[in-house]
């Protein structure tokens, strides 16, 4: 009764750990799948669940520890694995992992519940490990544990899967094998980049197969003339952006995660970034992919035509479909030329209003070399200052309530300089502007772009943090913000910020500990105002795991069933990326 | 007492230069540590005296010394000359311009980021027969009738020296001070602020270049690291 030993083992623990939350007691437990271990599950399943029980008396919050809490309790129980008898507490332990350091950073940004782990997806066993050797001839295949720990946990320590086994591709024709193969054992995948997803878009739920397109990271060519640049997925956003800037281009978009994110992903989720205002969405610049569907078929997409319209453009579905459609392994891109005149003007207002007057005045006496508009409230700059290093203040006179960054691009310094102080000038004398500050050098530049671009940062620094990023009417965006900040009063600190030339309005919730009574404050009330102003509850960061049971607030119910035909019809398994963007319950409808 | 600040436009230190440096297309700003010697002018002035702003260079040298304007000096002088000028030539047109503004006190940063000479501050003073305190990173000026003297910490390679001097020439050195931002409001009264342009007729100085630049090269790419079984 080995198990048994074990499990009691786990049992004393396991008292300890519930009731201390700062504790980081791991313990590893393995116990094997016996037809006859049935009794002794149940009892195991009976004990933990009458110590979860002791700790959280009420249900609601026991089984809110069960499914939030279990990203972040670390109970490191590898393997267990209790074939037939279904013990669902045990499945839900097993996938605890928490952070010691971070227990009081728990996702409970939804309160939706995770769903569970379907079960026609098959687990892995050692005849799929030799294939996968055999087909990536055994470099591509990781079963390293400190790797597996990276790459199943995201970025903001939010989310952690269990997977067991990563692969890494070099070629198409090798994503092509593998979905095929995966498909067929009906072994569920998820499809990983950069892992920089800020909804849990990246990692595993459960236990599927993490497929790192990272290894295929080369250039393939790049056309002076037009500036199309056709590259593997697997590329990094930054050295793309290095490699352009030599041949004096750039890239349509920018974003903080930069340095981390690959293009296969920025495409994947159709990234929106700092630049969109003047270069347009992915939509608009991606001219061709190629992809590998589910079944392991191969789309050969990858035109390098500015127009094409022979039947219908196939590639859109996959921009923004989260790697839900297939994986996309090429990427033809349309890059605008490096300018050389940039000028950066870290603006002060005193209402909101003034903020949205002074956009439309951009627009139309900077015109054609806007090329950015960013928003920060008092709150974001004050909550950035203190978090952040070796930043300073560019308005240090006086406090002012909103600060407005406005970017503008071109190729004539003096032209430009000339339309932005006239602009400027005018700005002050008609009252809309406070104070500001002109950028003289590309270091004065970084430091406000720093400013802006640290604020997610300095949230993750100060404590708990609610993220909700939503488009909405540019004249409602601040309605929201002063709506949150009565409805919270002094329990939490109400940060906006967000590019407000693109009505996206990035709206952070910050305190000292995650807080149900919190949470039921801003959830449902953040969507349900979102949706009845058309807007959308998620502007650029994707839906990811996060957002799955949200889409009926901006999307009709009609729409998403044709969401689902259409998941049902180029992945009929569902093995892509399982429990993300489409609600469960409309996938096991159709 | 009148400051007088020398600044020169150089390629901004934040951009990435490929062989050859070519100007044409690169952002150019004020060298930084001209930058630094301006703010800490107008520091001086804050608690004391007039400051102005004065760089020598080709046509395009007027947005440096809007930049400056903008920041608060009160005057520029913008000396006019087509093409490179080396610091001997520099520093005798600043020998002619202290000898027509008379200031009280010269602040330059300590070295160019484009050519790193190091030498135009000490040209001057050598030419004016003015004292110097060059590395400067910290500076105190009494300016009391009859006792005109700077107490100026400066960073050498043993550690840090302090020297008073009676109004000197003085290189400023990266720790002295912040410089600030330039503030709109400061921006759009700069617009209305003078800027006198000067040629080198008007100062009597003859330039004769001294020095021939033979070659810029790129130093060699660095190699890749070769691993030994043994040593």
């Known amino acids: ?590 | 007492m009148k400051i007088m600040v020398a600044v020169k436009r150089v390629v901004d230190y934040a951009v990435k230069i490929r062989s050859g440096v070519e100007t044409s297309n690169v952002k150019m700003s004020m060298n930084p540590f001209c930058e630094i010697a301006l703010e800490e002018a107008l520091r001086i002035k804050e608690s004391g005296r007039a400051s102005e702003v004065v760089s020598v260079g080709p046509a395009q040298c007027a947005d440096t010394l809007r930049t400056g304007l903008a920041k608060g000096a009160d005057r520029a002088i913008h000396v006019e000359f087509p093409g490179t000028l080396y610091p001997l030539s520099v520093a005798k047109i600043f020998k002619a311009l202290v000898d027509a503004e008379k200031p009280g006190l010269l602040l330059l940063g300590k070295q160019a980021i484009d050519d790193d000479c190091n030498r135009t501050g000490q040209m001057i003073a050598g030419l004016l027969k003015w004292p110097q305190g060059t590395f400067a990173s910290k500076i105190s000026v009494v300016l009391d009738e009859g006792n005109k003297v700077a107490t100026v910490d400066r960073e050498v390679d043993g550690g840090l020296e302090t020297l008073s001097l009676d109004l000197p020439v003085i290189t400023t050195d990266l720790r002295l001070n912040q410089p600030r931002y330039a503030t709109l409001p400061n921006i759009m009264k700069a617009k209305s602020k003078v800027i006198k342009k000067l040629t080198l007729q008007d100062l009597n100085v003859e330039i004769r270049s001294d020095l021939e630049v033979v070659q810029v090269i790129e130093p060699p790419k660095r190699q890749a690291g070769v691993v030994l079984s043994s040593v």
């Not at chain 1, 149900?516 to 839906?543: C, M």
């Not at chain 1, 009926?552 to 998941?567: D, G, P, R």
Request: glycine letters at 8%.
């Open chain 1, 1 to 590: 009764m080995k198990y048994l030993t074990a499990a009691s083992r786990l049992l004393r623990h396991s008292s300890r750990n519930l009731s201390d939350l700062g504790s980081n007691l791991q313990f590893f437990c393995s116990i094997r799948p016996s037809s006859s271990c049935t009794s002794a599950s149940n009892s195991i399943s009976a004990h933990i669940d009458a110590i979860a029980r002791l700790s959280y008396p009420s249900l609601r919050s026991y089984e809110r520890f069960i499914q939030d809490d279990c990203f972040h309790r670390k109970f490191t129980l590898k393997n267990i694995c209790f074939g037939g008898s279904g013990v669902g507490i045990l499945h839900s332990l097993a996938r605890f992992q928490s952070d010691g350091i971070r227990t009081h950073h728990r996702n409970l940004a939804s309160t939706a519940s995770i769903p569970e782990r379907n079960k026609s997806f098959a687990t892995i066993n050692s005849d799929d490990i030799s294939y996968f050797n055999k087909v990536l001839g055994g470099r591509g295949v990781v079963q390293d544990e400190e790797k597996l720990d990276d790459a199943n946990t995201d970025w903001m320590r939010k989310y952690k899967g269990s997977s067991k086994l990563m692969l890494q591709p070099r070629t198409t024709q090798e994503v092509s094998q593998i979905l095929d193969y995966c498909n067929s054992r009906c072994l569920a995948v998820v499809p990983q980049g950069g892992n920089t997803s800020l909804v849990g878009g990246s990692i595993p739920v459960y236990d599927e197969v993490i497929i790192n397109v990272g290894s295929m990271n080369n250039i393939l060519s790049f056309d002076k003339v037009s500036g199309i640049l056709v590259c593997e997925a697997g590329c990094i956003l930054e050295n793309l952006m290095s490699f352009l800037d030599n041949e004096g281009y750039i890239m349509p978009l920018d974003l903080g995660a930069k340095g981390s994110c690959q293009i296969g992903g920025n495409i994947s989720t159709n990234a929106g970034g700092l630049r969109l205002l003047r270069y347009g969405s992915l939509h608009g610049s991606v001219l061709g992919l190629e992809v590998v569907l589910a079944n392991g078929t191969v789309l050969d997409m990858l035109g390098t035509l500015r127009k094409d319209n022979t039947g219908y453009d196939l590639k859109h579905l996959f921009i923004g479909s989260e790697g839900s459609l297939g994986i996309v392994t090429k990427v033809s891109i349309l890059t605008p030329p490096k300018l050389p005149s940039v000028n950066l003007a870290f603006l002060a207002c005193e209402d909101y209003l003034s903020c949205q007057k002074i956009l439309v005045e951009a627009k139309t006496k900077l015109g054609e070399i806007l090329s950015a508009f960013e928003f920060l409230d008092i709150n974001a700059m004050d909550l950035v200052l203190k978090q952040l290093d070796g930043l300073r203040d560019p308005l240090p006179s006086s406090k002012h309530n909103f600060y407005v960054l406005i970017e503008t691009t071109g190729s004539m310094e003096s032209h430009d300089k000339e339309k932005l102080e006239a602009f400027l000038a005018q700005a002050i004398e008609s009252g809309l502007l406070t104070d500001g500050v002109v950028a003289q050098d590309i270091n004065q530049a970084s430091s406000f772009w720093r400013i802006r671009e640290g604020v997610p940062e300095a949230l993750l620094k100060e404590g708990a943090v609610y993220k909700y990023d939503l488009s909405l009417p540019p004249e409602k965006i601040y309605d929201l913000v002063e709506e949150m900040r009565q409805r919270l009063g002094t329990a939490a600190n109400v940060v906006a910020y967000g590019h407000l030339g693109d009505g996206n309005l990035h709206l952070n919730i910050s305190t000292p500990q995650y807080d149900d009574n919190i949470l039921a404050k801003i959830e449902p009330f953040v969507y349900e105002w979102t949706s009845k102003q058309r807007g959308s509850i998620s502007a650029e960061h994707g839906i990811g795991l996060m957002k799955a049971n949200k889409l009926h607030y901006s999307n009709s119910a009609e729409t998403v069933q044709v969401m689902a035909a259409i998941k049902k019809v180029l992945d009929p398994s569902g093995i892509l990326n399982p429990y993300k963007v489409l609600p469960t319950s409309v996938l096991s409808q159709s």
